[in-house]
């Protein structure tokens, strides 16, 4: 070996511990930096020639280092483990919000909620069966029942509303999606054409990573690297971005929790390929979303309907035996404010007594009192009785009060049910994120000692150049003579 090839040894070794120098302040500018990933210089030795020539051969030690090659240290398992995580998280995370939302909509327990509006509506029937001829208990009566309706109207437009931000954020989502999508698609074109000009693209990873890990937590979506360096992004089976390709996705169903309960089958929101129209089982956010407008609040609006059409079938059963202060027999109590041509409903049900007088609380018809008007009270204090339910053979079967009861008990345990798995899933995807964190995440004290350590290898290099230096100055002097 002679000391030109020593030369450029120790000139490899300087250039070697510049950059890994230049690599660990990367490292260190970026601490802060959301979604960096650390970089480690590889450095492999450069040997002597395996292979001699025809005529010659050699015995060089070695050529020196080779730095060019800087690895992004980043742990694949635990990068798809974090963006299930992080999807289910996201799922979970709406759940938790429409439950809450939910039960804000009841407003139970407390005075504005339809639980105490029955405990004030009952009492009502009870005033006019201790005085059936006072006009006054029979006014307050319909004021109670109208606030009964105009609360149970209020609870499902809330719903209805509730419903329709739903729609409107997963059609936001839906865009930001396709958006991101067409991102990581270019990047993945960028990034295959550094790699295959032997460029680096570590930055470039890094920030296509973060994309796919946002499409996680909004769609639940998944990558699988390709060999040219790109990825493939999938949802629910289906390949939202390949190579530099990325397909749109929209948003299908009916325009309101109604439509959805009618016809579940054709009315159901959904995510779909545009175009095309496949199905994508989607997760994450817009998981959760669906869930709200295709599960939860259709259910609970199904629920309410159902208790506001109990009320009605169950008060206007007992009220159209009776008769008036007219002597007339009484009609329907509530109705579906057209006049009974639908379906009583909670957003439709009204008070379809507006005469005090017309309330039927009297048994006697003017027939069975002697052609006198009957003032008795005995149809009013079954209407009273029922707040304990429906009689049935001597006892009560569940009327409306008890069904809404039951049906706010569930949703408590639903929505306490929701809210504990969010708490375990948030706990594991922050177990996965400090993993992560450990593989990926840039180590202060760790920069510190690389950087003394390569500053050391650094000065031992120069250090050679100057032996080196040395050396053929005394040759030449020695020539030189």
Do not use: C
Not at 182 to 191: H, K, R, T, V, W
Not at 192 to 220: F, P
Not at 332 to 346: I, K, L, M, N
């Amino acid at each position: 070996m002679s000391l030109f090839s020593t030369l450029n040894t120790a000139n490899t070794a300087l250039s070697a511990q510049q950059r890994a120098i230049e690599v660990t302040g990367q490292n260190i500018a970026n601490v802060n930096t959301d979604g960096y990933s650390r970089q480690r210089v590889d450095m492999q030795s450069v040997g002597g020639t395996a292979v001699p020539a025809i005529w010659s051969v050699s015995n060089q030690v070695g050529s020196g280092v080779d730095a060019d090659t800087i690895t992004r240290i980043r742990d694949a398992f635990l990068e798809a483990r974090a963006q299930t995580e992080h999807a289910g998280a996201s799922n979970l995370t709406v759940q938790d919000t429409t439950y809450t939302q939910v039960q804000q909509a009841f407003r139970e327990p407390g005075t504005t909620g339809i639980q105490s509006m029955l405990s004030d509506f009952w009492p009502g029937f009870g005033d006019i069966a201790n005085n059936s001829t006072d006009t006054g208990a029979r006014e307050q009566l319909l004021e109670r029942s109208q606030t009964l309706a105009a609360g149970l109207h209020s609870t499902m437009g809330s719903l209805d509303g509730q419903w329709a931000e739903s729609k409107d954020s997963l059609q936001t989502l839906v865009t930001d999606v396709n958006a991101t999508a067409s991102s990581i698609a270019e990047l993945n074109q960028s990034i295959k054409s550094a790699t295959m000009s032997k460029l680096q693209s570590n930055d470039l990873q890094d920030k296509r990573d973060s994309l796919v890990l946002k499409l996680a937590e909004q769609i639940g979506a998944t990558a699988t690297p390709m060999d040219d360096g790109t990825l493939t992004v999938t949802v629910g089976g289906v390949s939202l971005v390949s190579g530099n390709n990325a397909i749109q996705l929209a948003v299908s169903g009916g325009n309101s929790a109604a439509e959805v309960n009618q016809n579940p089958a054709a009315n159901s929101i959904a995510i779909v390929t545009n175009p095309g129209g496949a199905v994508v089982r989607a997760g994450g956010t817009a998981a959760g979303q669906m869930t709200t407008m295709n599960s939860i609040i259709p259910g609970y609006e199904k629920q309410l309907n159902g208790v506001a059409q109990q009320l009605a079938d169950q008060v206007n059963s007992v009220h159209q035996t009776g008769y008036d202060l007219y002597g007339t027999q009484g009609g329907a109590f509530f109705d579906d404010g057209s006049g009974g041509t639908t379906a009583v409903t909670a957003a439709n049900i009204s008070v379809a007594v507006t005469d005090p007088k017309k309330i039927a609380a009297a048994a006697l018809s003017p027939v069975a009192a002697n052609g006198q008007i009957s003032a008795d009270h005995a149809v009013a204090d079954q209407l009273y009785q029922l707040r304990l339910g429906i009689p049935s053979g001597g006892t009560y079967t569940d009327g409306a009060d008890a069904t809404y009861r039951k049906m706010i008990v569930a949703l408590g345990v639903q929505a306490a049910t929701t809210s504990n798995s969010l708490t375990t899933q948030s706990a594991v995807s922050t177990h996965v994120d400090a993993a992560r964190e450990s593989v990926s995440g840039v180590n202060i004290d760790e920069e510190m000692t690389n950087m003394l350590q390569y500053q050391h290898a650094y000065s031992a290099a120069g250090q050679l150049v100057s032996t080196v230096q040395s050396m053929m100055d005394t040759l030449i002097n020695m020539v030189g003579r």
